[in-house]
């Protein structure tokens, strides 16, 4: 069973504009983490928040976690073509050994 | 190496076909999982294994057979798919089974086809 929903579901933006992702979870958590997919291929890392945190960054990626809300915000600044792709949020449910939960992703298309 | 690495990477078999998938690490990761994904749709996680333990089966059907001989190697061998078992599988490690400080490191995943 999936953690939590994503929206907005898809987001269509001109290149240097801002794209912000927003996540929400179900359970208690340890981390939640942030993963992008280009066209169906393996996801990679962006970064982690752990849930004693509230707002990370790295580099053009700024992360929020709000645990009392159990929501999570992903930002991407200045955006490029090159970002174009699935973003998934993920969890780490606190006491589950180790699961990493999926949440539905946003397709995110950067217009040059 | 800080590699997840998956093959094949596209495989075709029949329903009556054996067949087997293969997942490599080499980053001292001690804990292993497979995923399916279907298109459009997130990963869903079929089996955890921990210190080379099969931890976590999330009901996954038993045409479905995972192993681990080591703590590098996780294989996922199949039997008797069905056509609805097509999808993308991606293998991933992780430091440690639930450590709070660290991602997952994710391979770029087979394409299976049943036919």
């Known amino acids: 069973s999936q953690q939590g929903e994503e929206d907005p579901q898809a987001l269509s933006i001109q290149e240097g504009e801002n794209a912000t992702m927003n996540c929400s979870y179900k359970?208690?958590?340890?981390?939640l983490q942030w993963y992008r997919q280009n066209s169906g291929r393996g996801l990679v890392h962006l970064i982690l928040i752990r849930s004693n945190e509230r707002e990370k960054h790295s580099g053009r990626l700024r992360v929020t976690l709000d645990t009392s809300k159990k929501s999570s915000s992903l930002l991407i600044t200045a955006s490029r073509a090159a970002d174009t792709a699935s973003y998934f949020c993920?969890?780490?449910?606190?006491?589950?050994?180790?699961?990493?939960?999926f949440g539905q992703g946003t397709e995110l298309s950067v217009k040059p | 190496d800080t590699e997840v690495t998956q093959t094949p990477k596209h495989l075709v078999m029949g329903m009556t076909n054996k067949k087997s998938l293969k997942c490599e690490q080499h980053?001292?990761?001690?804990?292993m999982y497979w995923y399916k994904q279907k298109a459009k749709k997130p990963p869903e996680l079929m089996f955890v294994y921990s210190y080379e333990k099969l931890s976590i089966n999330e009901s996954v059907p038993s045409r479905f057979s995972p192993e681990c001989p080591n703590s590098s190697l996780l294989n996922l061998h199949l039997h008797a798919l069905q056509p609805e078992d097509s999808a993308l599988y991606l293998c991933?490690?992780?430091?440690?089974?639930?450590?709070?400080?660290?991602?997952?490191?994710f391979g770029s995943g087979t394409r299976l086809t049943v036919v």
């Open positions: 980053m001292g990761h001690r804990a």
């Open positions: 991933a490690s992780s430091q440690e089974p639930g450590l709070a400080n660290y991602g997952y490191t």
């Open positions: 359970t208690s958590i340890n981390n």
């Open positions: 993920a969890t780490v449910p606190y006491n589950q050994g180790g699961k990493l939960i």
